[in-house]
């Protein structure tokens, strides 16, 4: 599971504790451990070096008690992948060993499959792709229109064509409760892949239109002619936003 195919990776899973909607997330209790735990233990059945990435003492206090590996990064970061590309930086000079590779991944998922890691690196086995993502398709008849989640429409080569919040594409011929049955929908899973010289490019880009209008990051760099390649995974991806989110997780749990 954890071949590289000649790549250095690294995975590392931004974690911070000033949640709006859930402040201490990455320390709520799921069973006998905490989600940030759940996430690193999951992360590292598919890959050999891990860290998280966080801008708060207790978080990385609670990652070297359990044995995992942490950095600390500055508390000013706007998304997690910009956090990701200060904590490359952080790790090599700690580690001594540049990634070719940084896979970041959600730290609010404590039920991530390493498959759908694995799935994610595989992309990289193509060495023209510089970044990559994970979609799912559809099912027919499942809501495509809550705008919380995501939807991607992709090119023939499964690369990302754009990102919205809205259903795209519009099916002009049927009616709306039809869509999801007469085409393939797809929803975007918030797992990526980078290789380390464009993650540090792309944080250095200017907000775009398409970014501050869908709120999506991933539109920025589409914006700037970066192509994002994609897997479909079967799995879909279950993200802890909210207390109430926390007490399905622990019934999945139990």
């Known amino acids: ?48 070096t891990v860290y998280v990435a966080t801008d708060d003492r207790r978080i990385y206090d609670a990652v070297l008690n359990f044995g995992g590996r942490a950095v600390i990064t500055s508390a000013d970061h706007q998304s997690g992948t910009d956090r990701c590309a200060e904590a490359v930086g952080l790790i090599t000079r700690e580690s001594g060993i540049a990634a070719d590779i940084v896979i970041n991944i959600q730290g609010d998922e404590p039920f991530i499959k390493p498959e759908q890691i694995t799935m994610l690196v595989s992309c990289f086995s193509d060495r023209t792709v510089e970044i990559a993502t994970l979609v799912r398709r559809v099912r027919p008849g499942e809501d495509i229109f809550n705008p919380n989640h995501p939807k991607v429409v992709l090119d023939a080569n499964n690369n990302a064509l754009y990102f919205s919040r809205a259903a795209i594409p519009f099916f002009r011929d049927a009616e709306v409760y039809e869509w999801s049955h007469k085409h393939h929908y797809y929803k975007h899973i918030g797992l990526y892949g980078y290789k380390s010289d464009v993650l540090k490019k792309i944080t250095q ?46 019934s999945l749990f139990m």
């Open 1 to 48: 599971m954890k071949k590289d195919k000649g790549y250095k990776l690294t995975g590392i899973i931004p974690a911070r504790y000033a949640s709006s909607r859930f402040p201490g997330k990455p320390l709520a209790s799921i069973g006998d451990r905490t989600m940030i735990q759940r996430v690193y233990e999951q992360t590292m059945k598919a890959l050999d």
């Open 205 to 250: 880009l200017p907000s775009s239109p398409l970014e501050k209008a869908e709120s999506l990051e991933q539109n920025r760099w589409l914006e700037n002619g970066y192509r994002i390649r994609t897997a479909i995974t079967e799995w879909e991806s279950f993200g802890i936003d909210t207390p109430g989110d926390l007490e399905k997780a622990k």
